[in-house]
């Protein structure tokens, strides 16, 4: 028996126009590759598509390769994940299975208060699969409650259980805050749980249970997630052993600054110095700004000629992270005001002229200050549309600009 474990596809996660296909091209690479490896079925644990309704260009890619799979009777079985999921309970997935492009395992009935899974029986290889889709917020967590795990267990057979949840066992600490469940909500005596929904690339046996993987996402969906993975992949899984096959579609270049004690024109140098003997063909290029300046702002940083420098280096795409650059001239303020408006008005007296706006004396700046804050502020009216409320919002603060500047 050889199958393929996929999960967190997340087709159409990224927006940037340079990327935003790559979740799609990844997936297609990874069918492209069972179909090589001549996989019995494919399991997709979650996530195949970031949203309940993808968009049209993406959606059409993703049926095709599928279509290409039932032709060649290599079936796919999948749980919808919490970025499939949609309260009203109709997602693009129902339509894609009605038209009998993979079967959702997530099927069973309520006897008695308690859920009872159904499996569903690969007719190839006599695997035996159930599953229990994941939600937002882990709210799937209530099927596991409610779960009925006697028929599950007394069970026999090769058996496959399909899931989108993180584990508190097996949750990294860098993922502390995710809510996940405990391992003894599972049943017990499955030989592979095929896990989805945490982005982490871990597979191994625990006693009673069996071999619990989760492959990782087939792309990266985050600055974050590039810098720690670097690539995606997925799970070939062939007489019981485990074999992780990469899906590389770009390369990663990764430059970690630090800003501490350094001007802005200083750390401008210091990178195209870093990078003026390197070419960065087909590279995402990642650049994590960190530190207090010795002066100056983090705006002062020219990111626009280090930018420049790359892609004429040839840099598919660059990617900055500067939230955690600080500026002296920013200090931290103490104050004994008791409500909002005192704390507002205080911290912006205190920032006044710190940042040089032309034409404003310091009054004027504080009350164009207020004014903008206030725009900022405003809330969508009962009956607003949200296309009407951000126009109001853009015209107001266009208002205020051309007034004061």
């Keep these: 028996m050889k199958f393929a474990h996929l999960a967190d596809c997340h087709i159409g996660s990224w927006r940037d126009p340079k990327l935003r296909?790559?979740?799609?091209?990844?997936?297609?690479?990874?069918?492209?590759?069972?179909?090589?490896?001549?996989?019995?079925?494919?399991?997709?644990?979650?996530?195949?598509?970031?949203?309940?309704?993808?968009?049209?260009?993406?959606?059409?890619?993703v049926v095709m390769k599928f279509k290409q799979l039932k032709d060649l009777n290599i079936p796919v079985y999948i749980v919808p994940g919490s970025h499939d999921y949609s309260p009203s309970g109709k997602t693009i997935l129902d339509v894609l299975e009605e038209a009998g492009l993979f079967v959702n395992v997530f099927k069973g009935n309520?006897?008695?208060?308690?859920?009872?899974?159904?499996?569903?029986?690969?007719?190839?290889?006599?695997?035996?699969?159930?599953?229990?889709?994941?939600?937002?917020?882990?709210?799937?967590?209530?099927?596991?409650?409610?779960?009925?795990?006697?028929?599950?267990?007394?069970?026999?057979?090769?058996?496959?259980?399909?899931?989108?949840?993180?584990?508190?066992?097996?949750?990294?600490?860098?993922?502390?805050?995710?809510?996940?469940?405990?391992?003894?909500?599972?049943?017990?005596?499955?030989?592979?749980y095929a896990g989805g929904h945490v982005h982490i690339v871990d597979n191994k046996h625990i006693d009673g249970y069996g071999r619990i993987a989760y492959p990782g996402p087939l792309f990266p969906n985050s600055f974050a997630e590039l810098e720690k993975l670097e690539r995606g992949g997925f799970f070939i899984v062939e007489d019981g052993n485990v074999r992780w096959e990469p899906i590389q579609i770009y390369n990663i270049f990764k430059i970690n600054k630090d800003c501490n004690h350094k001007i802005p024109e200083q750390i401008k140098n210091e990178i195209l110095d870093e990078i003026k003997n390197k070419e960065f063909n087909n590279t995402v290029v990642l650049i994590r700004f960190h530190g207090t300046l010795e002066s100056g702002k983090p705006s002062d940083i020219d990111f626009k000629e280090i930018f420049t420098y790359l892609y004429d280096?040839?840099?598919?795409?660059?990617?900055?992270?500067?939230?955690?650059?600080?500026?002296?001239?920013?200090?931290?303020?103490?104050?004994?005001a008791r409500n909002v408006e005192d704390i507002e008005s205080f911290l912006i007296k205190e920032h006044l002229g710190q940042i040089k706006l032309e034409n404003l004396s310091l009054e004027k700046e504080e009350e164009f200050i207020k004014n903008l804050m206030r725009i900022l502020i405003t809330e969508k009216q009962e009956g607003e549309t949200v296309p009407d409320f951000e126009r109001r919002v853009r015209e107001e603060v266009s208002r205020i600009l051309e007034m004061e500047l």
């Design 21 to 61: 296909d790559t979740s799609t091209l990844a997936f297609c690479k990874a069918i492209d590759n069972c179909i090589k490896e001549k996989v019995d079925f494919i399991l997709i644990a979650g996530d195949l598509f970031n949203t309940s309704f993808p968009r049209l260009d993406n959606l059409k890619t």
């Design 313 to 336: 280096k040839s840099a598919y795409f660059v990617m900055k992270s500067s939230h955690a650059v600080v500026s002296k001239e920013f200090e931290e303020i103490k104050t004994d």
């Design 110 to 192: 309520v006897e008695n208060g308690k859920l009872k899974l159904n499996f569903t029986i690969d007719k190839k290889t006599g695997a035996k699969i159930a599953g229990i889709l994941g939600k937002r917020g882990a709210l799937e967590k209530a099927y596991y409650e409610r779960l009925m795990i006697e028929n599950l267990e007394k069970e026999d057979g090769y058996k496959i259980f399909l899931f989108h949840s993180g584990i508190d066992e097996l949750k990294p600490k860098e993922m502390e805050n995710i809510i996940s469940q405990p391992l003894s909500l599972l049943p017990k005596g499955f030989d592979y």
